[in-house]
């Protein structure tokens, strides 16, 4: 008679599972990409899936590399070789990360390697399985970025309106209070006095202009996308277009102004933007420059990366004023403006023009020895653009 016990013994009996059975299994996993590798780290088997995936057929894949699926910068910092020597160690390794297709596009996948064991125990090589979830970090980064932004509009409200409220109203009353005072009591003034009080009212006004100017250009990152249009553009032009603008400014204070920029460095990048950004900080330096003082305009190249440096002899500045030199501090904008040394907004403005353009700031600097300004800005156009620089790790059952 026959048992429960006896069933499975005669299922199995009946068919046993062939190497071809499983190459169909594997097939059929579009969604993932499996592929063995030999040891020597050269792929030996493709599936259809990696075929769907990373756009290579088998005969084109077959004895390449391993290191055909990474990016040029996990390959620098040596990234296959540590998966297979985590796999050796612990039985398996994990990650998430960009990889590159034939067609160099990125895209984003949870991967998992292990040794690949002979009946006999001898080593056979390495199966590699990559699952594509570009889309789920693409949403995850959109989450993110949404965030943000709306934590990032919040918080340029507040600075703008405060900026409204205590560093634009301030000033307009004494320009009306003055005005009100000429009007009343003209004829009886010296013209000395009068004229004192005429050069006050100017000087005022234009600062004022100025203050409303950075407002708007501050408003046009946020809200003006639609008239942001990036290009690959050369630096070195950009940086003698603003070295004209401020050259009778740099004559007047005896400032030498100097770049040391290949003239065949490009950056990916608004061009208006660039202007304003190059412009901001030179002009900023040159506030905080005494006389016979230099600045110097370099750059090199990181990786996919422009790293422009501006570089001055002036006063310097303190750890305190450096921490929050690129967020709306009130009382830090308003005493720049008092002593007409500007740098408050204008540092935010380039901070936010950076950003718009995939870039980034900051600034070493030590007292009464200089500053050094640096930012970032691609140096071609992005196969991708990530929302966030955090890792995603996702969990394997996804």
Known sequence: METKQDTPKILKNKYIPTAEFYSQIIDSLQDYSIFTLDNEFNINSWSSGSTKIFGYETDEVIGEPFDIIFTDEDLKNGIPKKEVETALKEGRATDNRWHIAKDKSLFYAYGLIF????????????????????????????????????????????????????????????????????????????????????????????????????????????????????????????????????????????????????????VFADGKMLVSIIQNIISNAIKHTENGGTITVSAKRNDDKIIVQVKDTGVGMSKEIMKCLFTPQLKALSEARKNNKGAGIGLLLVKGFLEKNGGEIWVESIEGEGSSFYFTLPSDKPLYKAGSSDEVMFDEST
Do not use: C
Not at 122 to 132: C, H, P, T
Not at 164 to 182: E, F, Q, V
Not at 200 to 226: F, G, N, P, T
């Open 115 to 266: 040794p690949l064991i002979g009946l006999n125990g001898e080593m056979l090589g390495y199966v590699k399985i990559l699952r594509d979830l570009t889309d789920r970090k693409q949403s995850e980064d959109a989450i993110k970025k949404y965030i943000g932004e709306l934590e990032d509009l919040n918080s340029h409200k507040e600075s703008v309106l405060a900026i409204l409220s205590h560093d634009l109203r301030s000033p307009l009353s004494a320009i009306i209070g003055a005005a009100k005072y000429l009007k009343e009591n003209f004829q009886k003034m010296k013209p000395d006095d009068a004229q004192d009080m005429l050069d006050l009212i100017y000087k005022s006004s234009e600062d004022e202009l100025d203050m409303l100017d950075y407002l708007v250009e501050w408003a046009r990152i946020k809200y003006a996308s639609d008239i942001f249009s990036p290009t690959k553009i050369k630096l070195i032009e950009y940086i003698n277009k603003v070295f004209e603008k401020l050259r009778d400014t740099v004559s007047v204070n005896a400032i030498n102004l100097h770049h040391e920029i290949e003239d065949d460095t490009s």
